[in-house]
């Protein structure tokens, strides 16, 4: 075949594996019928210089001559939000905001240019909407300044050229599936645009030092070329989690190169847009029925901050030969280990009961410590014994029934304190790592047999 033809590629859009033929399971990700083929010209794609100026570009440099400006993070004006991204924004990033479509992604950003403009130039790029709809939205969330300036554009030579001519502080992309270039054959939202669009924006952000933010979005079953092809090229990888119908986000950090990856961020979904949850604790636990078998508080740790969430359990016996057993919120396996560990260790037959597990709020935890309260929230609604509405527990639990040590419970601690908690159920091993425990007390277990019997006394 001749250079400069376009030739025949397959993609997988659920990860990006490039191939030459086409094939039913992708190699990368193990997924069925996902390759799609795409026209690339192998020549035109990536050539932006010319071979001298990429020549001059390679010359190596010492690492002692490399001279370094300490640049300020820039406040987005919501705390939860510089949280994820810890600390603010860095001048010159390239940020992927992901989720499903309608979870709240541009209005999030939308909220951001709004604060953001206050104090410098921020350019909206939007190929999904008109100016008339965005101004709708918009009117939604509040006044804004004359440096929010919006582009309606899809051609991403022309958006280039205009941000290189306006040089704003930040720039947002809503989205980077609707972007395409004209050197690449293949259509909007293939796997080559996308990727060719994002090179292009890493290069503007890093020549022009311009925090750029760029929306991806992806769908449950991954037919949708977005952040999971984009991830190892951007700085920041942020995802919202939570059902879209639901009124609570989590933002979460998957990537970021300029901070930690354990934090999260936790928003409302109101009428003026998304509000900043900064006490998601209480959020969670409002609402929480008294005296209700198979409801406990278990406590989890997102990075630095401790989180209190209500899990219910409802234990039935079944009606058939094989057990129905569900969870919402927690891993269902990790649920049936539980259950197998109540069984062998702590003398409960299970083996012919229903069991449904559910986390309050809508919100997802695969934290080990919960363990202790899916296994009291079992036990609660096996033997329809109530645990005290002021008590609370964290812990891991181990196949052998061992109740383990979890990190930070000084934090856990003073969090249920703080809350009005009156009880704590924590690891035997955890109690000299928890200095002050003042207006709650303190029960340690070594076992799930022990925990059982703490709630059985009424601790």
């Known amino acids: 075949m001749a250079k400069g033809k376009n030739v025949s590629v ?30 690339v010209d192998r020549k035109a794609v990536g050539k932006t210089k ?79 909407e008109s100016p008339q709809q965005i101004k709708m939205r918009a009117e939604r969330i509040g006044s804004f300044s004359d440096r929010l300036t919006l582009l309606c554009e899809t051609n991403l030579d022309l958006v280039s050229k205009v941000i290189e001519r306006e040089h704003p502080s930040v720039v947002m992309i809503d989205s980077i599936q609707t972007m395409y270039k004209e050197d690449v054959s293949s259509a909007p939202g293939s796997v080559s645009q996308v990727r060719e669009a994002t090179g292009v924006l890493l290069r503007i952000a890093k020549e022009k030092g311009i925090a750029v933010f760029i929306v991806g979005h992806v769908t449950k079953e ?106 919402a919120g927690a891993d269902l396996n990790r649920v049936n280990l539980l259950m197998a560990v109540l069984e062998k260790r702590a003398g409960l037959s299970m083996s012919n009961c229903d069991a449904y597990v559910n986390i309050a709020g809508g919100i997802r935890m695969n934290e080990p410590a919960i363990d202790l309260g899916i296994v009291l929230a079992l036990f609660s609604s096996l033997k329809d014994k109530p645990v005290g509405a002021k008590t609370i527990c964290f812990g891991e639990v181990g196949l052998s029934g061992e109740v383990r040590a979890v990190s930070m419970p000084q934090q856990r601690v003073a969090e249920a304190a703080k809350l009005g908690f009156e009880v704590c159920i924590l690891p035997a091993v955890c109690l000299e790592l928890v200095k002050e425990a003042q207006g709650i007390k303190l029960v340690g277990v070594a076992n799930v047999r022990e925990a059982i019997g703490a709630v059985l006394r009424g601790c």
């Open 10 to 39: 397959y993609f997988c859009q659920n990860c990006g594996y490039e191939s030459s033929k086409w094939m039913g399971q992708c190699p990368g990700c193990r997924e069925w019928n996902t390759m799609v083929e795409e026209l």
């Open 222 to 327: 991954g037919v949708v070329a977005g952040p999971r092809v984009l991830e190892h090229m951007v700085d920041t990888v942020l995802y919202f989690e939570g059902d879209r119908h639901a009124v609570y986000r989590i933002l979460r950090g998957v990537k970021n190169r300029f901070g930690s990856t354990n934090e999260i961020g936790v928003f409302e979904m109101c009428e003026s847009g998304l509000a900043e949850v900064l006490n998601p604790s209480q959020v969670m636990l409002n609402g929480r029925p008294e005296e209700a078998s198979g409801s406990v508080v278990a406590c989890s740790m997102e990075g630095t901050r401790p989180m209190l969430m209500e899990i219910q359990a409802l234990v039935c016996q079944s009606n058939f030969g094989m057990p129905r057993r569900t969870s």
């Open 50 to 128: 010319s071979a001298a100026q990429e020549l001059e570009a390679a010359k190596p440099a010492a690492l002692s001559q490399i001279q370094y400006e300490h640049q300020e993070r820039m406040h987005t004006g919501y705390g939860e939000l510089d949280r994820v991204l810890g600390g603010g924004v860095v001048p010159g990033s390239l940020v992927l905001v992901g989720g499903d479509p309608g979870i709240g992604k541009s209005t999030l950003l939308l909220q951001v240019c709004q604060k953001l403009s206050q104090d410098m130039d921020v350019l909206y790029i939007s190929g999904e």
